[in-house]
Nanobody, 127 residues
Framework: VQLQASGGGLVQTGGSLRLACTDSERALGDYPMAWFRQAPGKEREFVAGIRVRGGFTNYADSVKGRFTISRDNSKTTIYLQMNSLRPEDTAVYYC?????????????????????WGQGTLVTVSS
């Protein structure tokens, strides 16, 4: 498993970015996947998750209505479309994949539930 996150950059408040998570050797989405982020001096936090099996997505309250997680039809990429960006969205963003499904919903919001991580991509939102 080699997850690679890309698409970060510098954007002004109100702007948009689309992050991508790929693995060059296999399809993605058979297992739960998520985006997390870590701002300087803060703990890593859940941003958005997707379970293709069942068609579930979930979001942190802070990004609901602004961010959208999806998988492309070729099954090779997990996207995080980020609109209406704010300075507080500045962070390193990581994609992650679990190796199993969980019975209880709250597990999907915890970084300890994910086994594989990409290297992170920096998003900086200027005010």
């Amino acid at each position: 498993v080699q997850l690679q996150a890309s698409g970060g950059g510098l954007v002004q408040t109100g702007g948009s970015l689309r992050l991508a998570c790929t693995d060059s050797e296999r399809a993605l989405g058979d297992y739960p996947m998520a985006w997390f982020r870590q701002a300087p001096g803060k703990e890593r936090e859940f941003v958005a998750g997707i379970r293709v099996r069942g068609g579930f997505t979930n979001y942190a309250d802070s990004v609901k209505g602004r961010f959208t997680i999806s998988r492309d039809n070729s099954k090779t990429t997990i996207y995080l479309q980020m609109n209406s960006l704010r300075p507080e969205d500045t962070a390193v963003y990581y994609c992650a994949e679990a190796s199993s499904y969980w019975t209880h919903e709250h597990f999907y919001y915890s970084d300890s539930s994910y086994d594989y991580w990409g290297q992170g991509t920096l998003v900086t939102v200027s005010s």
